[in-house]
């Protein structure tokens, strides 16, 4: 689902000072990203501390949400409207170059910064959480039970624009110095990939409810991925 | 490489609010995950402001090294001794429950807190580059030149203190409340897993020089993976 809204906004916190030909700004390369993850790093700053904590998210349109007890000290830090910074790493491969110095390795990334909104309203509410589950695994959402007044009452939703945004990507082979060349020794990329394995079913089902799991589970792979 | 000094420290900052059946304190726990894994996500206060920014590491005993340009806004941040979360995720699968508030993901994470000391020493530093090569991908440093006089002058290389850390980990079936386990939908665990495909030989090596990969490249998989 891509959305219509305004570009991406620059500011001097996206701005690629490094490297700025890794950097993509169009909301489309930034939406593929998020869309293929769905376990970011959430960013805040705790008395003058960073911390840097990994959740899962969803995204809807141009919104990320993140959900979380109301008994955590992070979510209620983001619920109060604390400056935040949201990255998302896509791991696509080593870069094994002839120098120690320019090995690398092919990523995608995105940092968001802002602030999270509380999501108050009880439908937008079910709908965040929803998308959440949606967002990593698709077609899940609507086969199981949606959260309940106590479950809501509990659980904090945050949704986040998608506007101060970048991305970052380094793809294709080493790039090392010419005279480097000659070096008796392979180079080039190692791809990486995430693959799911066979499904594990609860052992808490009753017997009368076992069976295989939907296409979806044993089909299972990231859009894009 | 397990090292022998004194156990993990736990602080405020480091002890789990919420669900601190999941935490780990040991040396051993907290290196296996960070030896499993090779990129962590740097945090980091930039006026007021988190910034949170991956990067590949190494661990030499209870030490763990990052680098980079030193013309990099962050590499100089921390270099100049900003305080900075390290963070280090693994996801391991997915836990499908059900309902969608008791949706989770099994992870082992491990988070630290601290500050990096510049790395000065000419020898240190070549070591701390080697360290970084060699964790990502094992066997590798010997082989390819090692950094000359200007590559070390505009690398940066920092060393974190695998002091004030904690490890959280998440692992086995949903856990649905016994009012739940009727509802008719498959529930259970999805493991994924990061594979390694076929290597891509760097198109800009000469003909003569044209060979298989080695066995580090073509079996590669992480330690504990």
Known sequence: MTSHRDPISSTSRTRLRRKPDRGRFDRASIERILDEGFVCHVGVVDVQTPRVIPTCYGR???LLYLHGSTGSTL??????????????????GLVLARTQRT????????????????VSDPNEKARGLAAIV??????????????????L?????????IDEASAKVRSG????????LELPVWAGELPLRTVADEPVPDPSTPAVLRAGPPVYVRDYRRPGG
Do not use: K
């Not at 604390?82 to 896509?90: D, E, G, K």
């Not at 082979?173 to 480097?180: K, R, T, V, W």
């Open 153 to 161: 009452a509990e659980t904090h939703v945050l949704a986040i624009g």
């Open 75 to 92: 979510l209620r830090a983001l619920a109060a409207g604390t400056p935040l910074c949201v990255t998302v790493t896509l791991v696509d």
């Open 60 to 62: 809807a349109a141009d």
């Open 103 to 118: 090995h690398s390795v092919n990523y995608r990334s995105v940092v968001i910064y802002g602030q999270a909104r509380l």
């Open 173 to 180: 082979p080493p790039l090392d110095g010419l005279e480097d």
């Open 134 to 151: 949606e967002h990593v695994v698709p077609g899940r959402a609507a086969d199981v039970r949606p959260p309940n007044r106590r479950e």
